[in-house]
Nanobody
Framework: QVQLVESGGGLVQPGGSLRLSCAASGFTLGYYTIIWFRQAPGKEREGVATVTSTGNTNYADSVKSRFTISGDYAKYTVYLQMNSLKPEDTAVYYC??????WGQGTQVTVSE
């Protein structure tokens, strides 16, 4: 069955970096669009970055030039490289595939 498993979250200081991973199984990753979402406490879930089956990418304005989404289809994994992190990036990050299918999420906390 389809599974998405996120990892790589943690606590980081402002200005730091993290790389999130979304390990996919149960479908051919390269055929589908994958989206990273995030949800901060008390806020709605929002789309952060998208990679399509043709390799096109799209980003929320709040993360443009700081975050990079990429796929290693041989490893069945989609990554979210996050640089210059800010406290407002604190959230649970999820990967998503149409179905809908969601992972369990990984917590990112940006704090001194």
């Amino acid at each position: 069955q389809v599974q998405l498993v996120e990892s790589g979250g943690g606590l980081v200081q402002p200005g730091g970096s993290l790389r999130l991973s979304c390990a996919a199984s149960g479908f051919t990753l390269g055929y589908y669009t994958i989206i990273w979402f995030r949800q901060a406490p008390g806020k709605e879930r929002e789309g952060v970055a998208t990679v399509t089956s043709t390799g096109n990418t799209n980003y929320a304005d709040s993360v443009k030039s700081r975050f990079t989404i990429s796929g290693d289809y041989a490893k069945y994994t989609v990554y979210l490289q996050m640089n210059s992190l800010k406290p407002e990036d604190t959230a649970v990050y999820y990967c998503f595939k149409t179905g809908p299918y969601w992972g369990q999420g990984t917590q990112v906390t940006v704090s001194e």
